[in-house]
């Protein structure tokens, strides 16, 4: 085994490693310089130094031959992760740009999060996964304790205690898979789980080697399920971002979701991977009905409840566990597509995630920018007379807002098309009345999904007619500065209309091919454990 | 002829980003690049297609054009927008996203249609539109680039892009420009329209998908298209097959064979998709956003809303629903006739019981649509050919009495019979115009909606039209024509002959007859409501050859029509 120093992994880990050195540089030193440097400006460097190294490794670049290098993975989806993460970091650094109290810590913490996030979507080992998970989640707890308006402190607490519970979960899920197979290599795993074969440990009751699984799938579907607010863990999100003020909304509404997906993708690789080998047939082809049956009670539950809400940021937050259950319905269809179609629920999923993360992070950032020198804007009706002091961002907000009702020309429209045909497009074969119930149920779904769109357009028309159609009482006189935030709103509103016309851009299909083939398994896994790999893997 | 295709697209669109850009400036400026702007695109409309009709007339297209439902040549625009499945030998248009227009005989005419109406929403809103004119003429274009977008689009996808997106400017025009309930007005038509073209969207998709899937034996898949020609010779092919099955063949029944899942499949795709066109037309049980959107909405996007934006949906049924679900249509044509034929006395009579010229105006236009539906769900070309005149005319003379109509209420502040009567003594031509216009719409010999509306009739009544019996729903119709005439000449009589009644002016300012820019534009039209009336047949001859396939397509005739087209494609008669 080669012991050198493993040149080729640090320069694939540096893009995470300068934000994680920087971030920690600031936050050591920041406090005692606190008025002096213009922090956001330092985090802004060391994004940008962050991300022409990840631009460097021009996408193919894998971590290297060595024993190590197995815990992450190099490839295109794992790229579009890391970019996206830095990407939103950035956005949302942009938020924090004005000068108060915790300003070198929140910029500081902005950087881990963003690297946490980036880890995930890279990861190759559980470890790994969970670390980058913690990464992003423990800084939102001082993130929003810091910036939370007058509720913070109850927000906090309550985002606290359920988010360390459903990290518990994971942990358990986790502990279990390592417990079953003796590794944490997911590649590992999901071979050892595929090649294994029950039969010889449990004689002639395979169930049992089921139920086993369906613990590790629970407990990591509860852990992640947090994070990405899907229904049966989604109590927190209407209250916590009620408290959270929208600069932390669009935190919480946004690099959650992405490190969240990124670990479903990363874990249920073989149940997303359309005709790639599944670890036993009970999860091939039940985690699929697994996602189905989220999808659809995220998406009904999130709708109905967001209708009966007058405050912006739950409406939203209703809203953002609708969102989640669209893609949940991309990822149930994912590996349900045609053996040569090239265009699956994955690329639908990644592509929906983008839209919807510019979106939410416009809609937020421009209602931070608006509640300046005015009242606080909480309940729908408090937005009337926008278009009136502030008609541009009231038509940028209109747009936003239209993305994520699925309005033709933004973003949200082919992001939902694109789900929408994946749904309708499940092949089957006519001697296996199988594959016609999952064509049946999967049309079903699209039409839950349409029919959802539709009832989502009502509160979203709300806030829209209270910019435009709500009779102004008085006008404030209300005057705008520039402000830095601008910079990124504009950005998304530029980047929602372009992929509205042109989706090419990010909506590849053959993009996500190599989810199961390229991935490295760890030296030496998978000796320990009932489900062990066959010897001659070893 | 297809930069000017093109042209017709970018320069509303450019033109509604002038307005917004200029929403700081004299409304007079506007108002003026509004006008110039309209001018233009009616100029380049009509060139469009006086070349068309040249083109035509030769016979040669009709000819070269065979059996497809593509566009002329020349006409066309054609750019890969998104490509989600390599492209094959045999077909290299498929699996892709284009951004595809063309002009073939069912759009010209709307096209022009299009452009008129237009015209005279600015024109009827010359007056009445002082509050933020920029934004206002911004959004019109809009409106305007949406709808030539939807009606010259070839591509499935855009074609329900370009369609959706009416409703977005519709809705600040109405929430922001209309009358005192103006917002739940805007609401409804948004949430109805938005709900029904979801389902039409899922139609679509489905309908793409399963005329793409091939679960047959050897499960090769054929490849995805969205261009509406391609789907139209597939939908063929598929109903051929169907055609070609004995009596009692599993096909049908326990989708045997890919086109058999595709006839199962047809009569759901069928309920989805003109579920979106029957809430945009409006047809009856789906049509109670339009009274409250049509009178809530200032007069001008009254007169748009219904002389255009209506035909959207009729289109639709055109396009995509007789063409693209023939087996289906031939099964479920007496949904919609009913629907047709009930509309059209339901709004008949509405429209007896209105107190309001504008309202009358909403319900008429809900009574006289009856007649597209019933001509186009005839099935039969004359009924078809009926329902595209009939859509053509119903533009013309709905747009000329709303606007009318608008000119009433900017010289009175008000539509209400009640406070107005005996108007004729005042104002003269506009007293004359108003009867013109009304005879038109009651259907009177000579005049262009006779024409529209006896030939869906007779397509109605022919006995030989297969599958169901139409006569009741004919004579049912054929009652509303009388109905018409009742409310309309209820109406004018009411406010044009007897005692003058008037409301006390607005600005001291004694109302005058037709202004010289009203007459411009209302003289025009009655003239071509005459000659479309006496003679109807260019356009009729024009319309001919897609009419007739429409026809035959949907009278599943197509075996005959496969064999000419694509005769080694057919496996042989079992």
Redesign the interface.
């Given at each position: 085994m080669d012991n050198s120093i493993p040149m080729e992994l640090l320069k694939f880990l540096s893009p995470e490693g300068t934000l994680f050195l920087l971030a920690s540089l600031i936050l050591l030193i920041g406090p005692f310089f606190r008025e002096k440097v213009s922090w956001p400006l330092v985090s802004l460097i060391g994004f940008l130094v962050s991300y022409l190294l990840l631009l460097m490794q021009a996408g193919t670049a894998s971590p290297g031959d060595n024993p190590y290098a197995s815990v992450v993975l190099g490839g295109t989806l794992s790229n579009l992760i890391r970019h996206f993460s830095l990407g939103a970091g950035i956005f949302l650094l942009f938020l924090f740009w004005d000068r108060d109290r915790f300003q070198p810590e929140t910029v500081g913490l902005l950087m881990i999060l963003a690297g946490g996030s980036s880890m995930v979507g890279m990861a190759n080992d559980l470890t790994v996964l969970y670390l980058g998970l913690e990464l992003v989640t423990i800084p939102s707890y001082i993130l929003l304790y810091c910036h939370g308006d007058s509720n913070s402190a109850e927000s906090t607490m309550k985002y606290f205690f359920l988010s360390i519970l459903s990290s518990a979960f994971l942990l358990l899920g986790i502990a279990f898979l390592y417990g079953l197979t003796g590794t944490t290599n997911i590649a590992a795993i999901s071979d050892a789980l595929l090649l294994a074969d029950p039969a010889k440990l449990f004689g002639a009751d395979a169930l049992a080697a089921h139920r086993l699984l369906l613990i590790p799938i629970l407990g990591i579907l509860a852990g992640l399920g947090f994070k990405i607010s899907m229904v049966p863990f989604h109590f927190y999100a209407p209250d916590v971002y009620q408290g959270a003020g929208y600069r932390m909304s669009a935190v919480l509404a946004t690099m959650p979701k992405i490190a969240g997906f990124a670990g479903l993708i990363r874990i249920f690789a073989f149940a997303l991977d359309h005709g790639g080998p599944a670890p036993t047939d009970f999860a091939r082809d039940n985690i699929p009905v697994l996602f189905w049956i989220l999808a659809f009670i995220s998406i009904t539950l999130g709708n109905l409840l967001a209708l009966l809400q007058r405050n912006i940021r739950r409406i939203m937050a209703y809203s953002s566990i609708a969102h989640t259950g669209y893609i949940l319905a991309a990822f149930a269809v994912a590996s349900k597509a045609?053996p040569?179609?090239?265009?699956t629920g994955l690329s639908a999923a990644m592509f929906y995630l983008i839209v919807y993360f510019f979106s939410t992070f416009g809609i937020f950032a421009i209602l931070h920018y608006l509640e300046q020198g005015r009242k606080p804007i909480r309940d729908w009706d408090d937005l009337a007379g926008t278009s009136k002091d502030n008609?541009v961002l009231a038509v940028a907000l209109a747009i936003f807002l239209?993305s994520l009702?699925?309005?033709?020309?933004t973003g949200g429209?082919?992001a939902k098309?694109a789900i929408?045909?994946c749904c309708?497009?499940v092949?089957?074969?006519?001697d296996d009345p199988v594959s016609?119930e999952s064509h049946y149920l999967f049309?079903l779904l699209?039409?839950v999904i349409?029919?959802n769109?539709?009832v989502a357009?009502?509160y979203y028309?709300k806030l829209?007619?209270g910019i435009?159609?709500?009779p102004v009482i008085w006008l404030e006189d209300k005057s705008y500065s520039f402000k830095p935030v601008l910079i990124p709103i504009l950005a998304s509103l530029l980047i929602t209309v372009v992929l509205g016309i042109?989706?090419?851009l990010l909506?590849k299909?053959k993009a996500y091919q190599e989810l199961i083939e390229k991935r490295p398994i760890a030296q030496g896994a998978g000796i320990h454990g009932p489900f062990q790999l066959a010897d001659g893997k070893q | 002829m297809n930069s000017l295709v093109l042209a017709i697209l970018i320069i509303p669109l450019a033109a509604s980003a002038a307005c917004f850009l200029l929403?700081k400036a004299e409304g007079s400026i506007t108002r003026s690049i509004a006008l110039a702007v309209s001018l233009a695109l009616l100029a380049l409309t009509s060139k469009i297609s006086w070349d068309y009709l040249e083109l035509v007339s030769g016979h040669s297209q009709i000819v070269s054009k065979g059996n497809t439902f593509a566009p002329v040549e020349g006409s066309t625009v054609i750019k890969e927008?998104?490509?989600?499945?390599?492209a094959t030998d045999t077909r290299p248009d498929a699996g892709v996203i284009r951004f595809y227009l063309g002009i073939d005989g069912l759009n010209v005419f709307i096209l022009q249609l299009t452009t008129v109406v237009f015209l005279m929403g600015v024109i009827a809103g010359w007056k009445s539109v002082k509050h933020n004119p920029g934004a206002y003429y911004g959004l019109l274009f809009f409106l305007e680039f949406s709808t030539l977008g939807a009606f010259l689009s070839f591509d499935l996808?855009f074609f329900?892009?370009?369609f959706?997106?009416t409703i977005?400017p519709l809705?600040?025009l109405i929430?922001?420009w209309g009358g005192p309930n103006?917002?739940y007005a805007?609401?409804k038509l948004?949430?109805y329209t938005?709900?029904g073209g979801?389902?039409t969207?899922?139609g679509l998709?489905?309908l793409v998908?399963a005329l793409?899937?091939n679960?047959?034996?050897s499960?090769t898949?054929t490849p995805?298209t969205f261009s509406i020609p391609d789907l139209v010779s597939d939908s063929m092919k598929a109903s051929a097959l169907v055609n070609n099955m004995a009596p009692g063949d599993e096909g049908l029944s326990k989708?045997?064979t890919p086109s058999g899942h595709y006839a199962n499949m047809q009569k759901w795709i069928f309920l989805a998709l003109i579920l979106g066109f029957a809430i945009k037309v409006p047809a009856v049980p789906f049509h109670t956003w339009q009274p409250t959107a049509y009178f809530e909405a200032s007069t001008p996007i009254t007169l748009i809303m219904s002389g255009i934006l209506a035909k959207l949906g009729v289109y639709g049924f055109l396009r995509i629903v007789l063409p693209l679900v023939p087996m289906a249509t031939m099964d479920m044509a007496w949904l919609l006739g009913w629907l047709g034929a009930i509309g059209i006395l339901y709004g008949a009579g509405c429209a007896i019981a209105q107190d309001d010229f504008k309202k009358m105006a909403a319900y008429s236009s809900l009574s006289h649509l009856g007649f597209c539906l019933i001509g186009i769900f005839a099935l039969n070309e004359t009924g078809i050919t009926g329902g595209v005149l009939q859509m053509i005319n119903h533009g013309l003379i709905t747009g000329a009495l709303l606007f009318l109509i608008a000119g009433l209420g900017d010289r009175y502040g008000t539509t209400r019979l009640k406070d107005l009567g005996g108007l004729g003594a005042r104002l003269k031509v506009f007293a004359g115009m108003t009867m013109f216009f009304c005879m038109c719409g009651a259907g009177l010999p000579l005049l262009n909606g006779f024409v529209g509306e006896i030939m869906a009739l007779f397509g109605m009544f022919d006995s030989r039209n297969p599958g169901y019996s139409g006569t009741c729903l004919a004579a049912a119709s054929a009652f509303g024509m009388v109905l018409g005439a009742w409310y309309l000449l209820n109406f004018l009589m009411k406010v044009f002959f007897g005692p003058v009644e008037e409301p006390p002016f607005r600005n001291e300012e004694i109302p005058g007859d037709l202004s010289r820019m009203e007459k411009a534009i209302l003289f025009p039209l009655a003239a071509a409501c005459l000659y479309l009336g006496c003679f109807p047949q260019p356009v009729i001859e024009t319309i001919r050859p897609e009419v007739r396939l429409i026809s035959k397509i949907a009278n599943n005739q197509v075996v005959s029509l496969v064999k000419e087209a694509v005769a080694p494609a057919l496996p042989k008669n079992r």
């Open positions: 045609a040569d179609s090239a265009f008609p239209f009702t699925g309005i033709p020309l429209f082919l098309f929408v045909y309708a497009n092949p089957f074969t006519l016609w049309i699209a039409l349409v029919l769109a539709a357009a009502w028309l829209i007619s435009f159609l709500k042109y989706p090419s909506l299909p | 929403r927008l998104f490509r989600f499945q390599p996808v329900y892009i370009f959706e997106l977005v809705f600040f929430g922001m103006r917002q805007a609401k948004f949430m938005l709900a979801l389902m969207l899922l998709i489905a998908t793409g899937q679960p047959g034996k499960n898949p995805v989708l045997g």
